[in-house]
């Protein structure tokens, strides 16, 4: 008899008092906030830079100087939907895909 009495000693805590189960949406909490942690800081800021540079190539126009993601500097000639004619020299043309274009090119500083 005594062993069973130290038997159920040792069971499981009753469910009233402080001692019962936790709440099943608390053990969400933790998992929410990292979501929210990596929208905040890894979702969102790429969305606006490829909105940003959206607008960036729907804005394009003749005589715009652009550089490519390759690095190829030049002024657009030519634009369709897909394909931009760059001149990168005196009769030179090179025709590259629109989304190809990075943006515009840093700013030369002249040599004095």
Do not use: W
């Not at 715009?64 to 030519?78: F, N, P, W, Y």
């Amino acid at each position: 008899m005594n062993l069973i009495a130290k038997a159920f000693a040792m069971g499981p805590p009753s469910h009233s008092g402080a001692g019962g189960a936790p709440n099943p949406i608390m053990s969400f909490v933790p998992l929410i906030i990292i979501f929210a942690i990596f929208y905040f800081l890894l979702i969102r800021p790429q969305q606006q830079r490829a909105k940003k540079h959206r607008e960036f190539l729907d804005s394009l126009q003749r005589g715009d100087e652009v550089m490519t993601a390759g690095g190829i500097i030049g002024k657009i000639k030519g634009l369709t939907d897909d394909v931009v004619t760059l001149e990168v020299a005196d009769n030179v043309r090179v025709k590259v895909g629109r989304a190809q274009i990075a943006g515009t090119p840093p700013i030369k500083k002249e040599a004095s």
